[in-house]
């Protein structure tokens, strides 16, 4: 059973930036799996943010806008969201994902079998 804990949330102002990591249980550069950062705010659905397929290809949704880049370090074995010029509209908890097959094919929550817990991050103006 794969398991991942993310960690590297909390609560910055607009405009400002936060990494987020993701450790996994299995190496991070399997290509049994695709992975994912997901996002759900208060009251709304859960939406994908980025994945990322076993060939290191990257789908990114567009209210990203060029602000996060995601990535993985072999070093630590995490998978990593660097996400800068935050705003408001970033509040959300924020989910590391993996799904099997080295392709993700879109942002389908219904593609990932497993989930992290979870890390908050809260944008203030």
């Known amino acids: 059973q794969l398991q991942l804990v993310e960690s590297g949330g909390g609560q910055v102002q607009t405009g400002g930036s936060l990494r987020l990591s993701c450790k996994s249980s299995a190496n991070i550069y399997s290509s049994t799996y695709c992975m994912a950062w997901f996002r759900q705010a208060p009251g709304k659905e859960r939406e994908g943010v980025v994945t990322?397929?076993?060939?290191?290809?990257?789908n990114y949704a567009d209210f990203v806008e060029g602000r996060f880049t995601i990535s993985k370090d072999s070093t630590e074995n995490t998978l990593n969201l660097q996400m800068n010029k935050l705003k408001t509209d970033d509040t959300a908890m924020y989910y590391c994902?993996?799904?099997?097959?080295?392709?993700?094919?879109?942002?389908?929550?219904?593609?990932?079998?497993?989930w992290g817990q979870g890390t908050q991050v809260t944008v203030s103006s």
């Open positions: 990322i397929d076993a060939d290191g290809s990257t």
């Open positions: 994902a993996a799904a099997f097959g080295g392709v993700c094919g879109g942002h389908s929550t219904r593609r990932f079998s497993f």
